[in-house]
């Protein structure tokens, strides 16, 4: 089993930052990848940004270049830097633990954009 509290949510005025944190928890030597998804109200949950064990990443079209993701090994924390935000970004932001052949999420974290 794995765990996920997921951190860092909240409002914030088109084109400012935010920071996700998502720190995991029980059998995380199991773990693969991890991963930020996203849905906003009405539209189906997305990915967002993934980061393998070994580091590699992957990110939606919509987010390259305004969102990194980066992991803390010695944290067993994974991150989502958000930049450049915009009003379509608001959306629930969970993150996600893929420990094949389990898949875990957190609760999720509420991101709005707006003035």
């Known amino acids: 089993q794995v765990q996920l509290v997921e951190s860092g949510g909240g409002l914030v005025q088109p084109g400012g930052s935010l920071r996700l944190s998502c720190a995991a928890s029980?059998?995380?030597?199991?773990?693969?990848?991890m991963g930020w998804y996203r849905q906003a109200p009405g539209k189906q949950r997305e990915l967002v940004a993934a980061?393998?064990?070994?580091?590699?990443?992957n990110y939606a079209d919509s987010v390259k270049g305004r969102f990194t993701i980066s992991r803390d090994n010695a944290k067993n924390t994974v991150y989502l830097q958000m930049n450049s935000l915009k009003p379509e970004d608001t959306a629930v932001y969970y993150c996600?633990?893929?420990?094949?052949?389990?898949?875990?999420w957190g609760q999720g974290t509420q991101v709005t954009v707006s003035s």
């Open positions: 996600n633990a893929e420990a094949p052949p389990d898949s875990y």
């Open positions: 980061i393998t064990s070994g580091g590699s990443t």
């Open positions: 029980g059998s995380i030597f199991s773990i693969y990848a």
